[in-house]
């Protein structure tokens, strides 16, 4: 990882003039911190991918194979055979430049290859020649050019400079969905067997324990154990979740990072909490052990594959519906992918209705699956739980809104009102970069890698300046979020941009407050620190 300069420093060093150069012209310059490592062969071939082999980003020779020329043709021609809004989306842009100021990574870079509009004709430049009259026959002139493997080293280098947060999309005025691009070229970069370690490595975890980090089955339970030991520390309940059990209505999945990465652990230890005072009838899984999706950063094939195991595991059970828990990538495959692509959900599933509440999640029909926040929210309001939000006294919080959930289901309301519910002192972002206009965090779609830090805070720059903003005027010093990822790559850029600034998940925030049943009196919150007003209460 390069040394990375102050945040004044890295501000002030962002230029948008404009190129003296075509955008043709220039190549990508393939400095340390600019790229990800590249996935290992082993794991490569472990998958089944094609053209596994060794190469390095930073050397001349990517070691292609010999007809990579023709490998690339057929596998264009193949997704704009077999996805229609992928030849419209390459088709109707006018380059308008409505996009173009709206990706995080352009307002970090200042370099006009992260323009959604420009990025996106890294690919449509190729396709006008290839797959174009007009670009056959007047070739540059209509913006058509060849296929090279500068071409193949520029796509690389840009599309993994794209977090597919689609906020692009929301201000195109034909609607083209940049996200959707930049799955197709990652996809044709892995049909040459180029692919990322930190997405590939995760992707065959999965595929091969269920979860993205590997663990096996056996440690999974052994760690939440060691979880619910914490939680009997801090409340003097015991929580015995059951593992693996069949006939239990809910199945309830989150991501791995939940169960083993600082602070995603507290938000997991929020939901048993949440469970246990409930009495939900649910089970966890240690072979569905993973919620998140990394196989929708890498192909359509192996994002359905890693979708279908969380449904196989509620038919083996019996579940009659999933909970899942607070994750971003998740949900987006969830939500707009899972019915076309792996079809109907397994017999024994049915339309999510709450066993406490009676409410039944018409919106979860088709999948059969509940939003965490959805589920908490629903039982706030029909005042199943006692929360008492004085014990988040000391946390000012903001909400940043994961693009996923947000931008790709809607879900805007529930944890805001959630998080309102359980803490005293709740500040918005400015409005033009929260809910549907959110900002990414910088590292999503599988760039939350170290040795790109310097390009991630400059992609979280948008997001850092609106919480800087909010910690100056008014003392935030929280930010929430639902996803796992963000819970991951948020502490390093509040850190670099707003120094003092922690992050936490809803269901967190929500644990604090929750009054349990049989409780002692906490004097702790989920972190072992202490709560608001034990020191005057001694």
């Keep these: 990882m390069s040394k990375l300069p102050k945040a004044s420093e890295l501000a002030k060093s962002i230029s948008y003039a404009f190129p003296k150069v075509s955008w043709m012209d220039t190549k990508p310059a393939f400095a340390p911190g600019t790229w990800c490592y590249p996935a290992k062969k082993d794991t490569m071939e472990g998958l089944g991918m094609p053209n596994p082999h060794n190469w390095n980003p930073a050397e001349e020779d990517w070691n292609l194979p010999e007809n990579w020329e023709e490998i690339i043709y057929n596998a264009l021609k193949d997704r704009l055979e077999k996805y229609r809004s992928l030849k419209v989306f390459l088709d109707i842009c006018v380059r308008c430049g409505a996009c173009a100021d709206k990706c995080h990574f352009f307002l970090g870079t200042g370099d006009p290859k992260n323009m959604p509009v420009l990025r996106v004709e890294l690919l449509r430049s190729v396709y006008r020649r290839d797959f174009t009259t007009v670009g056959k026959l007047l070739g540059k002139v209509v913006g058509a050019r060849k296929l090279d493997k500068d071409v193949i080293k520029e796509w690389f280098y840009y599309f993994y400079q794209c977090t597919e947060c689609r906020r692009c999309s929301l201000f195109c005025p034909y609607g083209i969905d940049t996200a959707e691009i930049t799955m197709i070229v990652r996809e044709l970069l892995h049909e040459l067997g180029l692919g990322i370690h930190w997405i590939m490595d995760p992707v065959s975890n999965c595929n091969r324990t269920g979860n993205h980090l590997g663990i096996q089955p056996h440690a999974f339970r052994e760690i939440v154990e060691f979880l619910c030991e914490d939680i009997e520390t801090i409340t003097g309940i015991q929580i015995k ?15 791995s990072g939940d169960v083993f990465a600082d602070p995603g652990i507290y938000t997991f230890m929020g939901y048993l909490m949440l469970f246990h005072e409930i009495g939900l009838d649910y089970t966890l899984s240690t072979y569905a052990s993973e919620g998140g999706n990394f196989g929708s950063f890498t192909s359509a094939y192996m994002m359905k594959k890693l979708n279908a195991k969380m449904y196989a595991e509620a038919e083996r059970l019996g579940s009659k519906w999933i909970l899942g828990g607070e994750c971003g990538h998740m949900w987006r495959v969830v939500h707009q992918y899972m019915e076309t692509m792996n079809g109907p959900t397994p017999a024994c599933m049915e339309t999510p209705k709450s066993p406490i509440t009676g409410t039944v999640f018409h919106n979860a029909a088709a999948t059969k699956m509940v ?24 946390k000012i919080v903001t909400f940043h809104d994961s693009c996923n959930p947000a931008r790709g289901m809607g879900l805007l309301e529930e944890p805001r009102y959630c998080i309102q519910a359980a803490c005293e002192n709740f500040v918005e972002m400015p409005e033009n970069t929260i809910r549907e206009q959110t900002f990414c965090c910088g590292g999503g779609s599988g760039l939350n890698t170290e040795e790109i830090m310097e390009l991630r805070m400059r992609g979280g720059l948008p997001r850092g300046n609106a919480l800087r903003f909010v910690q100056e005027k008014h003392g935030v010093n929280t930010m929430a979020c639902i996803c796992a990822i963000d819970r991951a790559t948020l502490p390093p850029l509040a850190d670099y941009w707003a120094p003092g600034v922690s992050v936490t998940g809803t269901h967190e925030l929500i644990a604090n407050a929750l009054v349990m049943k049989g409780e002692i009196k906490r004097t702790l919150d989920l972190r072992q620190e202490d709560l608001p007003g034990v020191e005057e209460d001694e």
Excluded: W
């Design 371 to 394: 939003h965490i926040t959805e589920f908490t929210a629903d039982l706030i309001k029909h005042n199943k739980i006692t929360l008492d939000p004085s014990r988040n006294a000391d």
């Design 241 to 255: 979740p059951p593992f693996n059990e069949k006939g239990h209505e809910v199945l309830f999945i989150t991501p």
